[in-house]
Every structure is written in structure tokens, then in C-alpha cells.
């Protein structure tokens, strides 16, 4: 491919792209390419090490940041949930199935999104839905391409109400009728937890988040929402308390 009539170099997603598994393969492109180029990078997050790496690709730029001292999206709802905290790693998982279980039976969604930081557990969880007549699609790494936008496509043609995802629909997805993103376990990061929580509430519609945190995790994870200016509560004692919170109704209950 001849790149002498390229004009504009574009990075979406640019601090996933910036990361050390592409950067080589970015620097590769961008050599390639004429030098009177215009480069646009564009992110949802703004972390300090994406602008050191942007540097050596932009000249003088101009930087629109929108949200600066408020990143919470607009017209989403974010709650956590504590659930007791145990060494024993399946201990904490059916702690986590049983609210998990109580939110999908009682507030109402259209589509909802839930994050799992690990594939086999992806899996687990979907069959345990499944076992409580609740039936889950499941899109990790671990799938091929083919299983993968097969669940896209079920998704985005609502043929399925729920997803199990590790982070790979955390950005650059949008199903406009997920109104509702459960965090199974937390994301790693505050980047990370802004793009799974933006899933929810696409093209102006309202959504929720619900972030499921051990009693051992609540302060570190108060902490970084705090930080991040993320404003976020706890989950009302009864659910019936916040689907009158939060008007995220559009389909019958199960």
C-alpha cells in the first residue's frame, strides 16, 4: 500500500494503542507515512504516561480535554455493593453470584454488561446464570474470532439480554440498549472502570453501574473513585429502593 497521499494519521482508543504491545507497530506506521501529517489521537481516559508517550507523534498540539474535573458520564447511576470477603476465591465468587442473581431478578434492564477479570471464571459465571434461569452469553480471549461476533451480534441484535465479558467490550463497543454494567470484580485501574462503566447509557439514554467490592477492597477502591472525582454510593439496602432511583425500565422483568 503506497502512503505518499496520506493526510491524516487518526489513534482512536489512543492510550490502548500506546501501550507497549502496540507501540512498536504505531511507531512503524507513523515512520512510514509523509512528515506534513496531521495526527489526532483520541481516548476516553488521559493518564499522564499516554501524554509522555503522544509527544514524539504530535508538534505544538492542541488538546481538547471535556470533563476535566468531573469524568462521571453523563446520566449514568454508579453504585457499589459489599459482599464479604473470604481467602477462599470460590467463597467470594458465590457471594458475588447471589447478589449478582438478586440484581438481574429484580430491577429491571433492558441489556446488561457484566465484567470479569478472568476467562475460566467468565465461563463459570455464565453457567451458574444459566443454572438459575437467567441465560448468559459469554464473549473472553480464550474464544475464536467467530465466537466472539457471534456474541457481538447476539448482543447488538438483542437476542441476548446478558453478556459475560472479560475487558475485551470494556471500550470501543456500543450496544445502545445496555443500560445496565455490573463490575463483577474491579477493574484494575480507574481507566479501566470509566470505559466499562460507559457501556452502560449510550446515545443519551440513562444506565447504571454497579461495582461488586469486598469488605478487604473498600477502602482502596473508595479511595481511587475519590480520586478520580468518580461521584458513587452505595447500593440502596433494597432494590426496589433503586430501581425508584434510577429510571432504567424499558423491558419486563425476568
Not at 72 to 88: E, I, R
Not at 112 to 140: E, G, H
Request: net charge neutral; charged share 20%; proline share 4%.
Amino acid at each position: 500500500m503506497k502512503t505518499t497521499s496520506v493526510r491524516l494519521f487518526v489513534l482512536d482508543e489512543a492510550d490502548k494503542l500506546l501501550h507497549e504491545s502496540f507501540e512498536e507497530h504505531i511507531s512503524w506506521i507513523y515512520a512510514s507515512l509523509p512528515e506534513s501529517k496531521q495526527v489526532i489521537a483520541l481516548s476516553a481516559t488521559y493518564p499522564l504516561e499516554m501524554a509522555a508517550l503522544l509527544k514524539k507523534y504530535l508538534n505544538s498540539p492542541s488538546v481538547i480535554r471535556l470533563g476535566v474535573d468531573d469524568p462521571s458520564l453523563l446520566g449514568l447511576a454508579q453504585f457499589y455493593k459489599v459482599v464479604p470477603h473470604s481467602h477462599q476465591v470460590g467463597i467470594v465468587f458465590r457471594h458475588k453470584l447471589q447478589t449478582t442473581v438478586e440484581i438481574l431478578q429484580k430491577l429491571q434492564f433492558s441489556q446488561c454488561l457484566i465484567f470479569i477479570n478472568s476467562q475460566a471464571r467468565a465461563k463459570s459465571l455464565v453457567d451458574a446464570l444459566r443454572v438459575k434461569r437467567l441465560p448468559a452469553d459469554l464473549i473472553a480471549g480464550n474464544q475464536t474470532q467467530t465466537e466472539r461476533l457471534t456474541s457481538l451480534a447476539r448482543l447488538k441484535g438483542f437476542k441476548c439480554r446478558i453478556l459475560v465479558s472479560t475487558d475485551l467490550t470494556a471500550r470501543g463497543i456500543d450496544a445502545e440498549q445496555v443500560n445496565l454494567v455490573i463490575n463483577y470484580d474491579l477493574p484494575w485501574d480507574i481507566e479501566t472502570y470509566l470505559h466499562r462503566t460507559g457501556r452502560a447509557g449510550r446515545y443519551g439514554t440513562s444506565g447504571t453501574c454497579i461495582s461488586l467490592v469486598t469488605s478487604e477492597e473498600l477502602e482502596s477502591f473508595l479511595s481511587l473513585c475519590k480520586g478520580a472525582n468518580v461521584r458513587i454510593a452505595a447500593l440502596p439496602d433494597t432494590l426496589e429502593e433503586l430501581a425508584a432511583m434510577v429510571p432504567v425500565v424499558r423491558v419486563s422483568p425476568w
